[in-house]
């Protein structure tokens, strides 16, 4: 009996210390699937477009829908800036659109998301799109980059320095141009030509997709693009392949670092400009180039999450999708996207789209998935990708997490609907919305009511204020500002204080 007493007391007194132990964080590994202009309309569970995306609606079947979830946004830089550092791109004076040759972005010195991850035992990578500046300004690319992805807090990048309409058209692995012939030398400049090198403007018989803006100079795979470029031949990408090499390489990561924990930034070209999808996927969305990319976007994610699932994986990472800016239609290539647009409608329910201050510029389709952790859903609560920095601090019980993220990992996993109450969004020219309680209050802007180069887009800027109420009006045809002056002001005041936090 007493034998059988002391028996019980000491699994009540063990019952009580684990009871008071703080609980270990999870750590799950984490893959960020990030999209390169893909509208919420895009995706076929958000049910406003007409396409199919069978791969990510079976990923948010699996998992979490954010109906509310924004990048910080309308264009890529700085949307990526505040991914990766938890602050708002307009603080940093540099966090614009960055040419091909723009010296890296992110302090070297400064927290990071990836540094979160490997000061927590964490390997880390990114595969795909980067867009966030090389070296120093004056970047050598027949040489080791050493100011790149890699000092920022990846163990491990694959990427192409800018966009897919930017040169340099080749990869960078770890700081390397990939296949480089060093007899070839690669020379960069955005504003002067090379001699002799032929671009889209003097030599539109060598193209097989032709510029309807922009997108005039040297010239790739028969593809003219942005800014100039010479040699490197053997280092020259091959659009058609890009998706399956980017597939490879995020493939290859996981599969590399299958029994440590791994945070991977898998970013996606697609359906950025210029729309060159696989063979396999021409014609397949009756949409044009755009429609086919967005296709072949949702294969690669599908393929990417079998390869979890074939490796055991899938019950032990978290998987968030998402993309950097909304949708656009002829984004600078004459691509039939506005032809065979048909009743597709890449921005939703919303207003405006890429470049836009109107919602569709920066809300975006939004995911997340850890099989037996979230439970499958969708969530009406607030969310940004600037807030992934404080989600995994608090994931793994770290206070450094970014001047503007808020550890939202509850909302992130669905246990909680209590999300962001003050948002900032970015549009054109660092033009700012700011969010409160389900109001977007626009603040007065001089400028051009549409985007002021050949794309088809609002800006959102007008020189009143405007306001909307999202909540009862998600595709702003109803300005209100004129009926409620004094939430205006009170906006203004609260947008203010937050724009102006040191
Ligand atoms: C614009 C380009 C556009 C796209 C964009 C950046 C022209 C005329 N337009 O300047 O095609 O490249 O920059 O897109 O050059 S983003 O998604 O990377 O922000
Ligand atoms: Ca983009």
Sequence with gaps: MIKSMFGLFGVLVMLMIAACTPQSPKTPNVVIIYT????????????????NTPGIDKMAEEGIRFSRGYAT??????????LLTGEYPWRNKRAAVLPGNAA??????????????????YTTGVVGKWHLGLGDGFVNWN??????????????????????????????EDGNVVNLDKSDPIEVNYYKNFE???????NPELLKIHPSHGHNKSITNGISRIGYMKGGKSALWVDEDMADNFLDKARQFVSDNQDKPFFLFYTLH???????????????SGMGPRGDAILEADWCVSEFLKTLDELGLSENTLVIFSSDNGPVIDDGYKDQAEELLGDHRPWGNLRGGKYSLYDAGTRVPFIARWKGEIEPGVSDAMISQVDFFGCFAQMLG????????????????????????????????????YHEEGWVLIPPYEGSKKVPWGVDMETGFSTEPQLYNLASDPAQQHDVAAEHPERVATMMKHFETIRDRK
């Design 36 to 51: 390169d202009d893909l509208g919420i309309g895009d995706v076929s569970c958000y049910e406003a477009g007409t396409l």
């Design 73 to 82: 946004a309308a264009t890529c830089t700085p949307s990526r800036y505040s």
């Design 104 to 121: 890296l972005l992110i302090d070297t010195a400064a927290a990071t998301l990836p540094k979160l991850f490997k000061e927590n035992g």
């Design 143 to 172: 040489e080791h980059i050493a100011l790149g992805a890699n000092a920022v807090g990846f163990d491990y990048s694959y990427i192409m320095a800018a966009t897919n309409d930017r040169v340099p058209t080749v990869y960078v």
């Design 196 to 202: 002799g090198e032929p671009t889209g403007k003097d």
């Design 270 to 284: 697609q359906p950025h400009v210029p729309r060159v999808p696989n063979p396999r996927f021409a014609g397949k």
């Design 398 to 433: 770290s206070e450094n997490k970014g001047p503007d993220s808020k550890m939202l990992l509850p909302v992130l996993t669905g246990r909680s609907d209590e999300g962001r109450t003050q948002y900032i969004t970015e549009g054109l020219q660092r033009k700012l919305a």
